[in-house]
């Protein structure tokens, strides 16, 4: 484990112990897949306590844990997570943003990832899960994104777009080994090397 890893895996002990033992709910910020790992790790250390994992919608890849449970507390207390629609005040004239281009104009903010959950793209039209405290922030602040004006307003999880909003695909690969990095390699058509470097970035 990185110095970082360390610190995050005492961190999650840390807030499972304070939920256990205060008997309130404690959460983290939001986890990518490398943080959830960690996590993973951290989950035998967890003695009583109890967790649950949200992003804001089902199948979210990004999520926060919390620690603690209604049937134990006695009390319900959902995740603080808002959700941020953002789409062009003209998308006739709007240009074709991307994960990218959502995620670039609002770190530029001055706004940490931990505190973004997932960016939804749908016809142009961004859905981003954000942590409670910061939503509004970000809807007076964002207006622009690339060259395109927006509007930004938060939104109830009932009027996100309806469907499946994380798309997988099964795909069938031939390997001549049971290398990970070779697995990437196939999946995401990039070279072995590239797939190296992007273990080595954690």
Do not use: W
Request: charged share 30%.
């Amino acid at each position: 484990m990185t110095s970082e890893e360390e610190l995050l895996y005492k961190r999650f002990i840390e807030l499972a112990k304070k939920s256990d033992d205060a008997g309130y709910f404690t959460f983290t910020d939001f986890l990518g897949l490398a943080e959830q790992s960690v996590f993973a790790e951290a989950r035998t250390k967890f003695g009583r306590a109890r967790y649950s994992t949200f992003g804001g919608t089902e199948g979210a890849e990004r999520v926060m844990v919390r620690f603690g449970d209604a049937e134990t507390f006695g009390y319900e207390e959902p995740f603080p997570i808002s959700i941020l629609k953002i789409e062009p005040k003209a998308q006739k004239f709007a240009d074709k943003l991307t994960h990218r281009d959502f995620l670039g104009a609002i770190l530029n903010l001055g706004i940490e990832r931990k505190l973004l959950g997932d960016i939804i793209i749908t016809d142009n039209v961004g859905y981003l899960f954000a942590k409670e405290d910061i939503a509004p922030f970000i809807a007076s602040e964002l207006s622009v994104i690339k060259h395109t004006s927006v509007v930004c307003q938060p939104i109830e999880a009932e009027k996100l777009p309806e469907g499946t909003l994380f798309r997988t695909e099964r795909r069938k690969i031939q390997l001549s080994g049971e290398r990970l990095d070779a697995v990437i390699s196939k999946v995401f058509s990039i070279s072995r090397e590239e797939s190296l470097g992007l273990f080595k970035k954690g």
